[in-house]
């Protein structure tokens, strides 16, 4: 997944999936708490994706699978878009991120993340920097 979508929830708080992410996505996909660089966004996860995330905690030794791991967990929500693809976003999934109105989708490799849009936008403006891409593309072999 690549890209940035813009979108507004409306008020039953429910969001578009952007054309170009409904085949990537599914028709069934996870929204869960998230962190980008330390700021708080959600975090959303393909079917495929989410079932190698519960595959790997179930392998923890339960002395890991406790506080910050768990909450991935009972923080998420599945979601089933419906005919319009829409999906809703939790109230506490949306005060986790300080989701507001207008929000961004963002596409990050095998998932994305969905973002208050100014959260979002003030996170590009300090990370964009020549020597952070660069660090970025030395991390994965470029």
Same mark, same amino acid.
């Given at each position: 997944?690549?890209? @940035?979508?813009? $979108? @507004?929830?409306?008020? @039953?708080?429910?969001?578009?999936?952007? %054309?170009?992410?409904?085949? =990537?996505?599914?028709?069934?996909?996870? #929204?869960? +708490?998230?962190?980008?660089?330390?700021?708080?966004?959600?975090? #959303?996860?393909?079917?495929?994706?989410?079932?190698?995330?519960?595959?790997?905690?179930?392998?923890?030794?339960?002395?890991?699978?406790?506080? !910050?791991?768990?909450?991935?967990?009972?923080? $998420?929500?599945?979601?089933?878009?419906? @005919?319009?693809?829409?999906?809703?976003?939790?109230?506490?999934?949306?005060?986790? $991120?300080? +989701?507001?109105?207008? #929000?961004?989708? #963002? /596409?990050?490799?095998?998932? !994305?993340?969905?973002?208050?849009?100014?959260?979002?936008? %003030?996170?590009?403006?300090? !990370?964009?920097?020549? =020597?952070?891409?660069?660090?970025?593309?030395? !991390?994965? /072999?470029?």
């Amino acid at each position: 997944m690549i890209g @940035k979508y813009p $979108a @507004k929830l409306d008020e @039953k708080n429910r969001l578009f999936v952007p %054309a170009k992410l409904r085949g =990537e996505l599914g028709s069934t996909f996870y #929204v869960t +708490i998230g962190s980008n660089c330390g700021h708080r966004c959600l975090t #959303v996860y393909t079917e495929e994706g989410w079932r190698k995330l519960t595959d790997k905690y179930d392998q923890l030794p339960i002395s890991m699978k406790s506080g !910050a791991t768990s909450l991935l967990f009972t923080n $998420a929500t599945e979601c089933n878009p419906d @005919k319009q693809f829409r999906f809703t976003l939790t109230q506490n999934l949306m005060a986790y $991120a300080g +989701i507001g109105r207008d #929000v961004l989708i #963002v /596409g990050r490799a095998g998932q !994305a993340d969905i973002w208050d849009q100014a959260s979002y936008e %003030a996170f590009e403006q300090e !990370a964009l920097t020549p =020597e952070n891409l660069l660090a970025s593309l030395e !991390a994965i /072999g470029l």
